[in-house]
Each structure stands twice: as C-alpha cells, then as structure tokens.
C-alpha cells in the first residue's frame, strides 16, 4: 500500500473512532464546548494506554489504542481552529500547501517550512 493510501485509511479510521466515541461516550452540545485543554487532557490519558499496548507489543491493542489517541487530537485541532475568531489563509514555500491558521504563523506546522500569508 502506498503512503497516501495508508494515510487516507487512517484518516478513516480515526474519523470512525471519532464517531464512536461521539456515539459511546459523547453529548454532542458539550462536545462542541470543550476546551483545547479538555481534548488535549483526554488525548493524552489514551496515550498511557498507547504506551502500554506497545510494552507489550500486542499489534491490536496497538492499532486500537492509536485511534484512541488520534480521535481526540483531531478534536483538539477542531476546537481550536472553531474557538480561534481569526484565521488566515497561508501558502508553504516548501511543501506548497494551503492552509488556515492563526494570524503571525511563521512556520509550517507539517514541514517546517516558510508560510506566506494569503490574508483572511
């Protein structure tokens, strides 16, 4: 399997464990409140469970525990960009991508690279 397709399979998987949890463990009102703080706290408790899985080298436990950990990274980075009042469109000298962040960005967040600001 390529790169891209293993990337968009994850991105899959972590959008279904998203639902899930939304489903099992969620109200979607509250959710839409939580703090960066709140997604990042929950994060990084399935991160120690993470950890454990790979102490004991248990592949499943692994793949699960993963999806554990992203789902709610992919929360965090969806309350802050949907808490942040501005945003601006920025273009990577390095990597070419587009993307929306706060304002005084320098830096890429995927490559390191130089961003140009597009504006608002």
């Keep these: 399997m390529t790169a891209v397709k293993e990337t ?3 991105a899959r998987a972590v959008v279904a464990q998203q639902e899930i949890n939304r489903i099992t463990h969620g109200d979607e009102e509250s959710d839409e409140k939580r703090l960066p703080m709140e997604w990042g706290v929950i994060a990084s408790e399935h991160m ?6 790979l ?3 248990d592949d499943q ?3 699960k525990e993963l999806l554990h950990v992203a789902g709610p990274l992919v929360e965090l ?3 802050i ?5 501005e945003t601006y469109l920025y273009t990577c000298g390095s990597c070419h991508r587009k993307l929306s962040l ?3 960005v320098l830096r890429c967040p995927l490559c390191e690279g130089m961003l140009t600001s597009e504006g608002q």
């Design 8 to 10: 968009e399979s994850f």
């Design 48 to 53: 120690g469970h993470l950890l454990g899985a």
């Design 55 to 57: 102490r004991t080298d």
């Design 61 to 63: 436990a692994i793949e």
């Design 77 to 79: 980075w969806n309350s």
């Design 81 to 85: 960009k949907n808490q942040t009042r």
């Design 102 to 104: 706060q304002p005084g």
